[in-house]
């Protein structure tokens, strides 16, 4: 038997130190390419039933088959677009309306501020005017970066969809790639891990969409009984930003806020009402719906979506959650990764998850992992 090398603990800690470090980095200059592919794993993952349900009832070749998965997720997406359009397309109608209701509203606003802080409208009015004037000099430059902010997301979005039907086309390939970079003594493990972590993200994914669904539906309801005008937007806006953790919510409520401003006044029911909504969510919703899936710590999970926004922007928010439970699960099935497991976990977990049990047989397929 080989003999067992027992390093140092500094030595073990500059070595994570430097692993995490080359991390980081790596995803910092790959994001361009990391991103989409995670995503596009998401997504796969989504629609695996649905590519298996055409292969196996319907019938379909596998190329066709991941066609068509796509497709159903693109008209979902699209449909979803579709009615966020129409709503800003009816405030777009009302906009002389919006104009009078804003300008009686600064109005107020300006008395208000020269009442209390003895700051003359006139002053003000020239703040405002130098303010809109720089605003206009740096248009154009404002144009060409919102333009190419739309291009990129245009093409990120692209690469995401190209991702999934190809994640989804060679999704057996992959997996026995997976299984042959290891020895083969490794091979029940790297096939529980795969399946572990192929049932962790579905479930997470439509935890996330039900969420979704239930927090617009109950935002529109208050909305509605507040008499606000525009609740099927905002309350659709708020269920969709509630996907980006802990920061979804604050913008969410920002673009509210500006519109209520705008059209009813209604600003404090409206802050109290969303910000019972999220209470609501962050207390019940997400740990029934979600949390359950992923048992991550609430320290670890704030930690992960500060990181992921400081290195990927809004994408790494969003991808925090499920790239640490992916870890986890990973850490979860490798005895010396295990202690890190118990870092990301919750105090909950009081025993490891049993072993998946996995059958490896030739030119057949394991149950519960579905390729």
């Known amino acids: 038997m080989k003999p067992t090398i027992i390093l140092p603990f500094y030595v073990k800690f500059g070595i994570v130190l430097l692993s995490l470090i080359a991390l980081f980095y790596i995803a910092i200059l790959g994001k361009g390419i990391l991103a989409p592919m995670i995503f596009a794993l998401l997504s796969a993952t989504l629609l695996l039933p649905v590519a298996g349900y055409l292969e196996k009832k319907c ?8 066609v068509c998965a796509v497709l159903l997720l693109l008209v979902c997406i699209a449909a979803v677009f579709y009615i966020v359009a129409s709503q800003i397309n009816g405030v777009a109608n009302d906009l002389p309306l919006l104009k009078i209701q804003v300008r009686s509203t600064l109005t107020a606003l300006q008395n208000w501020i ?3 802080f003895h700051v003359e409208i006139i002053r003000q009015n020239n703040y405002l005017t130098n303010a809109a004037s720089q605003l206009l000099n740096s248009g154009p430059s404002i144009i060409g970066a919102t333009l190419r902010s739309v291009m ?3 093409i990120f979005f692209l690469f995401i969809m190209i991702d999934s039907f190809f994640l989804l086309y060679y999704r057996r390939l992959l997996v026995k790639f997976l299984v042959a970079v290891f020895r083969e003594e490794n091979s029940k493990t790297v096939y529980a891990i795969i399946a572990q972590v192929q049932s962790k993200i579905k479930q997470y994914i439509r935890g996330l969409l039900l969420e979704m669904i239930i927090v617009s539906s109950v935002c529109c309801l208050a909305l509605w009984i507040l008499g606000i005008k525009y609740f099927i937007l905002l309350g659709l806006l708020t269920g969709l930003l509630n996907l980006l953790p802990y920061i979804g919510i604050f913008i969410s409520l920002l673009l509210s806020i500006m519109v209520t401003v705008a059209t009813a006044g209604h600003v404090l029911l409206l802050i109290a009402t969303l910000f019972g909504i999220h209470l609501l969510d962050a207390n019940l919703l997400l740990p029934l719906i979600v949390g359950a899936k992923v048992r991550l710590n609430a320290l670890i999970t704030i930690l992960g979506v500060i990181v992921g926004g400081s290195i990927w922007g809004i994408t790494g928010a969003f991808l925090a959650i499920p790239i ?16 890190w497991s118990i870092l990301l ?9 049993a072993p998946l049990k996995v059958t490896i047989k030739e030119n057949t397929h394991i149950k519960s992992l579905q390729i």
């Open 152 to 154: 990129s997301n245009l």
């Open 345 to 353: 976990g919750d105090e909950r977990d009081e025993k490891p998850p």
């Open 114 to 116: 020269t009442l209390k």
């Open 324 to 339: 640490i439970a992916i870890t986890k699960i990973i850490c979860e099935r490798i005895d010396s990764l295990k202690p």
């Open 59 to 66: 019938k379909f070749p596998r190329s066709l088959a991941a």
